[in-house]
Every structure is written in structure tokens, then in C-alpha cells.
């Protein structure tokens, strides 16, 4: 879903390669793909309370939005996580290529009281939608905390349960996922197959870890 961030916000400022590939380091396969899929990254927005007026919260200090221009239809998720890692504050990322745009995001939280980085919980994504797409009305909020909860709620894909926090709804969104690529592994092996007898039994492992997915995924 997209928004139309309010003006008083913008940034509009261009993060460098060479600051980004100071951070990445060593990793010559991240500074790989930030070269051959990335054309651009722009500090696009920033959304705090000098900005929009909402008051910070020790959780949400302040929340940043990044436009990325790509190169080409893909983004390694190990790019997206270089960015967060610069900033400890949560980041949304505006994907766009073709005339599309995507959003993409990952829950992320305080470690701690002891001066820990951040956690983050994997990416969470939009539909890629064409870029004069509608934009849907700013949410309301108290705080930057409930805004954050409201600006990432649409990238979730399954329906929050009654009184599940976000940090819950996200931790059970990454056991769906979890299990998934289990069901992936386990498609991957019922075809290989040849003994029967084995064969039963990993389409009665399949079974049970849909039918899982389905208790995690229902509202």
C-alpha cells in the first residue's frame, strides 16, 4: 500500500555508494549487488516529530523513508539489511523500477536497554503496483509508534488476530515462513521418492505442516 507522506517531511537527499560500501566493508557480495541492482538510494522522508508533529516514543524515535531506484526487477535482501543496519531507527524502503513501486519493510525493535543494535524480523513486501497508483489516506495516530504499526500493518500478509501486538502478529508471520520452506523441502523430497512405504510417511509430514500453517495463518 502506498501512502502520501506529508510534504513538511521530505528529505530528498541522496545517499552515496561510496557511504553505503564504507559500511557493507569487506562483504564483496553485498558491494556486488548494490552495484549491478541498485541505481540510486535517496533519503526520501523523514518522519519524526519536528516533521509531522507526532510525538517519539523510546520504541520509535523517528522513522525514515528510503526511494531506491533499481536497476533491474530484484533487490538482494542483504542490501536492504547493509541500509537498516546504518540507521537504528525503522526504515521503509520505496522500491522502483519499470514505472512499479514496492514497499518493503522489516519489524524492527529495540534490542534492549543495554545499547544493543536493533532487532529486525525478515522483509515484509507490497505488490509491485504502478507508480501514480493511488495513495491511500495518511493513518492517524497519538504517536510514531502506533504510526509505524499502521504504515506496516498492509506489507503483513496474514490478518492480525484479536489483541495480538504487532511484535506477536510479526513472530507468527515468521513461523508461517518457517514452515513453508519446510513444506518446500518436503515437496522436494515426496518427489524424489521411490520407496512407498517412505513416501507415505513424508505426505503425512506435508499434511500436518499445511495444516499448521493454516492454524497460524486463520485470524
Request: with cysteine; net charge positive; charged share 25%.
Amino acid at each position: 500500500m502506498l501512502f502520501d507522506y506529508p510534504k513538511g517531511a521530505f528529505v530528498g537527499r541522496v545517499l552515496t555508494k561510496t557511504r553505503i560500501n564504507a559500511h557493507i566493508g569487506p562483504h564483496k557480495a553485498i558491494k556486488d549487488h548494490l552495484a549491478r541492482q541498485v541505481e540510486q538510494v535517496v533519503w526520501q522522508y523523514r518522519l519524526a516529530p519536528e516533521t509531522i508533529g507526532f510525538e517519539a516514543t523510546p520504541a520509535v524515535p523517528e522513522i525514515q523513508v528510503y526511494h531506491l531506484a533499481l536497476k533491474t526487477g530484484k533487490l538482494s535482501a542483504d542490501v536492504l539489511s547493509c541500509l537498516d543496519q546504518m540507521f537504528p531507527v525503522p526504515i521503509f524502503f520505496k522500491l522502483r523500477f519499470e514505472g512499479r513501486i514496492q514497499v518493503v519493510a522489516a519489524y524492527k525493535r529495540p534490542a534492549g536497554a543495554d545499547g544493543s543494535p536493533p532487532v529486525s524480523s525478515a522483509y515484509f513486501e507490497s505488490p509491485w503496483v504502478p507508480s501514480d497508483a493511488q495513495r491511500a489516506a495518511w493513518p492517524e495516530a497519538s504517536n510514531l509508534e502506533i504510526l509505524y504499526e499502521r504504515l506496516l500493518e498492509p506489507l503483513l500478509p496474514f490478518p492480525a488476530r484479536k489483541g495480538e501486538s504487532l511484535q506477536a502478529r510479526v513472530e507468527r508471520m515468521e513461523q508461517i515462513r518457517a514452515l513453508q520452506r519446510e513444506v518446500m523441502k518436503c515437496k522436494g523430497r515426496l518427489r524424489t521418492e521411490e520407496n512407498a512405504v517412505r513416501k507415505a510417511g513424508i505426505a503425512v509430514e506435508l499434511q500436518k505442516l499445511k495444516e499448521e500453517i493454516d492454524r497460524l495463518a486463520g485470524a
